[in-house]
């Protein structure tokens, strides 16, 4: 997939990401450059609701908050 950045500084995210993503207008991502390349993370619309799902079966071990963690404080460097 490719798109092209404009004079504005905007592309277009095409439309096999957004559905694969289940994208809608004024949805939220995050932006993130590693090692040369750029990932963009998709935000849940309502953030309660996706750490609620997240916490089923157990949830995350102490090991992937912490790892997770690290990799915040990573991108505010």
Known sequence: MRSTVSVRW??????????ALKLEP???LEWEVKDGF?????LPANPI?????MLKNGGPSVNDLLA??????????
């Open 68 to 77: 997770e963690r690290r990799r915040e404080r990573e991108r505010e460097k």
């Open 26 to 28: 004024n949805s939220k």
């Open 38 to 42: 750029l990932i963009v993370h998709p």
């Open 49 to 53: 609701r996706a750490a609620r799902g």
């Open 10 to 19: 905007q592309t277009v995210i095409p439309q096999e990401a957004r559905e």
